[in-house]
């Protein structure tokens, strides 16, 4: 499934300066072109085999091409700090917005690769790591990047005859590191992983081109070709990855919705209330002090109806926590920088670390929510949005994240009832707006695509809770209990 060069092994240096200046200007051009549409990101993976060529080949890239616009990263191992995320967490951070190119040095197949060579994973657990890539690569794409792969390659013989040139040379002998020499020790074990993750993750939407990297100029106009080449067929492509149409929400056969099952006649006596609210309180704050809770962190995403309590919730969680230990997240409408990353990018970067809370007031599932009833996303976007998220919590959950979801409910008249107070009460008026007045008259869609999220998405990982919300003192009881109860089984305190 590979991308073939049609360059031949080697360019001798006439036809490489009659070519060069031709490609450069058409580089230049594609890159402005691509900056002035800000339609979609370039990223850029340069991987294969040490010693050939990939800094050099990116290197004259850079030359050829405008710089302020192009970001460059070296992924290599995980350090100390990027072990306290999820392994993507670090590829999430320097993905390029929309109009700008990204040079990735490695990328997410990488650790795979060298822990397979090594054997510390086996080839199933290593298949799934790949299916893991695959998945990713398949997001970014779906959500309008342009992904060119390079693998640069060099037979044994060629990498070993390279590694000693280089460090015969007094001024590139710094670029050979005993590691270097480590993997060649490897080479076959290298190989042959590196062929099985290649086969497994060139697909149709990312495809791998393989460079042989002995002759530097051959390399460098068969990238720059296989870039401008693949530039050019997405700029001659459509403007948006899908329409903006909605696709009409379908009610149950019985006229009932998940959430329409909930008893939102739940009440917690006045009497009881402040003792039970105390008592999770402190058990909260025992649990997350806990020296167990420093391998382990949460992320509570907190949806709901308008005025269902989402804000009372948090307020009555954050009250049993440290103040240095958590981040509060309200998402609203995505911004322009946020709008030039892909869909999930805004809530990756706020990931907490291990020992740390994250609460999101709203979440990811806005996609399958507000921007499917209201149409800014097709039904092809929004389905598609259910792997995705669900791809993302299990990185979370793998990575010792406790992740907790809780949809607040209130019934019509609740709502109502709640809107008409905030417009009396001065320091509740900054909450009530047109826009919530105006989703009110489309309560029953919402509460269809809710009931709808909350059935694709409740896993025992990472599952929903509803919480019956009319009565407020029984909601924020739930909430802390059902918090209490998860984080405590996580540290082993039940």
Not at 209 to 220: F, K, L, N, P, T
Request: aromatic content about 10%; proline content about 4%; some cysteine.
């Amino acid at each position: 499934m590979f991308e073939t060069a049609e360059l031949g092994h080697t360019i001798d240096k006439a036809t490489y300066a009659k070519r060069v200046p031709a490609l450069r200007l058409a580089l230049l051009d594609a890159q402005h072109e691509v900056l002035k549409a800000a339609r979609f990101p370039v990223l850029l993976i340069v991987g294969g085999v040490d010693g050939a060529g990939k800094g050099e080949t990116v290197n004259v890239l850079l030359s050829w091409m405008d710089p302020r616009y192009i970001s460059t990263w070296a992924m290599g191992p995980r350090s100390a700090e990027e072990h306290n995320k999820p392994p993507y967490f670090r590829f999430w951070q320097v993905l390029p917005p929309k109009g700008r190119l990204g040079i990735l040095f490695g990328s997410w197949h990488s650790e795979a690769i060298v822990q397979r060579a090594h054997g510390d994973i086996d080839l199933a657990t290593f298949d799934q790591r790949l299916d893991e890539v695959v998945r990713f690569e398949r997001m970014l794409t779906d959500e309008g990047a342009l992904i060119v792969k390079f693998w640069m390659h060099l037979s044994k013989k060629q990498q070993k005859k390279r590694l000693e040139s280089l460090e015969a040379d007094k001024a590139t002998r710094w670029r050979v590191t005993p590691s270097d020499w480590k993997s060649f020790a490897l080479y076959d074990r290298y190989r042959k992983a590196s062929e099985h993750a290649l086969m497994r993750t060139s697909t149709g939407n990312a495809p791998w081109i393989v460079v042989e990297g002995s002759d530097a100029r051959y390399r460098s106009l068969t990238v720059g070709t296989a870039l401008l080449r693949a530039v050019r067929t997405r700029l001659a492509g459509k403007a948006e990855p899908y329409p903006k149409s909605a696709a009409p929400l379908v009610a149950p056969v019985d006229g009932r919705s998940l959430l329409a099952t909930l008893d939102l006649s739940k009440k917690t006596p006045a009497k009881a209330y402040d003792a039970q609210l105390t008592e999770l309180q402190g058990r909260l704050a025992q649990a997350t002090r806990s020296p167990r809770f420093r391998e382990r962190a949460i992320v509570l995403v907190f949806e709901g109806a308008d005025a269902a309590g989402k804000g009372g919730a948090i307020r009555h969680v954050t009250s049993g926590l440290d103040a240095r230990c958590y981040s509060v997240i309200p998402i609203a409408a995505p911004t322009e920088e946020e709008r030039a990353q892909p869909y999930l990018w805004r809530f990756w970067r706020h990931v907490p670390s291990l020992g740390r809370i994250a609460i999101f007031d709203r979440s990811w599932y806005g996609r399958v929510l507000v921007e499917r009833v209201e149409g800014f996303a097709d039904e092809s976007a929004w389905m598609r949005a259910y792997a995705e998220m669900s791809d993302f919590e299990a990185q979370l959950t793998a990575h010792g994240i406790v992740v907790l979801k809780f949809w607040l409910q209130i019934d019509a008249e609740e709502q109502l009832r709640r809107f008409k107070e905030r417009e009396r009460t001065k320091f509740k008026r900054f909450k009530i707006t047109q826009e919530d007045w105006r989703n009110r008259k489309k309560w029953d869609a919402y509460q269809l695509a809710a009931s709808d999220m909350i059935e694709r998405t409740s896993v025992d990982a990472a599952p929903w809770t509803m919480v019956e919300a009319n009565d407020k003192d029984f909601a924020r009881l739930k909430v802390l209990e059902t918090i209490c109860d998860r984080v405590e089984r996580a540290i082993g305190r039940k």
